[in-house]
């Protein structure tokens, strides 16, 4: 809008004022859709190493996880049937929780 108001600020005429702001909304447009072009190709050559890394991450705390919960079951802390299953269903639990709140905190997390 800076862009436009500049330019037909120096235009005398309002024929010739909605005209250069139809052109210059125009350009800015077609600026917009290159850069957004440019940006998606960007980040749709991204997304596999981020799904990779993604992957990384959770395959890391589903061993971590893995390995706390059979610590446990060996010094009979906990009485856990199949700790594999119960590995993934935690890890499942505890990533769904953290996604809650940090797209909206809770009042109880509110600071």
Same mark, same amino acid.
């Given at each position: 809008?800076?862009?436009?108001?500049?330019?037909?600020?120096?235009?005398?005429?309002?024929?010739?004022?909605?005209?250069?702001?139809?052109? *210059?909304?125009?350009?800015?447009?077609?600026?917009?859709?290159?850069?957004? $072009?440019?940006?998606?190709?960007?980040?749709?050559?991204?997304?596999?190493?981020?799904?990779?890394?993604?992957?990384?991450?959770?395959?890391?705390?589903?061993?971590?996880?893995?390995?706390?919960?059979?610590?446990?079951?060996?010094?009979? *802390?906990?009485?856990?049937?199949?700790?594999? $299953?119960?590995?993934?269903?935690? *890890?499942?639990?505890?990533?769904?929780?953290?996604?809650?709140? $940090? $797209?909206?905190?809770?009042?109880?997390?509110?600071?």
């Amino acid at each position: 809008m800076n862009k436009i108001g500049q330019t037909i600020a120096a235009i005398q005429t309002p024929l010739e004022k909605l005209r250069a702001f139809v052109l *210059v909304q125009a350009d800015l447009m077609k600026e917009r859709v290159d850069y957004y $072009s440019i940006l998606r190709e960007e980040i749709m050559e991204l997304l596999p190493l981020a799904r990779r890394m993604q992957e990384q991450i959770q395959e890391h705390g589903l061993t971590m996880m893995r390995n706390i919960l059979q610590e446990g079951a060996d010094c009979q *802390v906990f009485a856990i049937a199949d700790v594999e $299953s119960t590995a993934k269903l935690l *890890v499942l639990l505890i990533q769904e929780f953290t996604t809650r709140i $940090s $797209s909206k905190r809770p009042p109880f997390l509110a600071g």
